[in-house]
């Protein structure tokens, strides 16, 4: 069975850091898409960063480049997103997601990520 686990979330001031881990299960990462996508309180779900683990190439949301890098690592099933410079509108949980050539959607259950003062 597919699954993504997120980990790596916190609690942290204006301008820290953090790094979200998202590990795969029951797949390998080599040849899908990974995106991270947030969700603040009374607001929908957006996305923040993506990779193709084939070939690396990534895409962010314009409120998040430069400050925030995904990556992965296919050898230990993992996609990371190194977020720096963090600021208060970045809280809300964090969740990775993936799909499959047929449609079917894979979300992990979310890691809450909280900057604050």
């Known amino acids: 069975q597919m699954r993504l686990v997120e980990s790596g979330g916190g609690s942290v001031q204006p301008g820290g850091s953090l790094r979200l881990s998202c590990t795969a299960s029951?797949?390998?990462?080599?040849?899908?898409?990974i995106g991270w996508f947030r969700e603040a309180p009374g607001k929908e779900r957006e996305g923040v960063a993506c990779i193709d683990s084939a070939d690396g190439i990534t895409d962010y949301r314009d409120a998040v480049k430069g400050r925030f890098t995904i990556s992965r690592d296919n050898s230990e099933n993992t996609v990371y997103l190194q977020m720096n410079s963090l600021q208060t509108e970045d809280t809300g949980v964090y969740y990775c997601?993936?799909?499959?050539?047929?449609?079917?959607?894979?979300w992990g259950q979310g890691t809450q990520v909280t900057v604050s003062s």
């Open positions: 029951g797949f390998t990462l080599d040849y899908y898409v």
């Open positions: 997601r993936t799909s499959t050539d047929n449609g079917q959607v894979y």
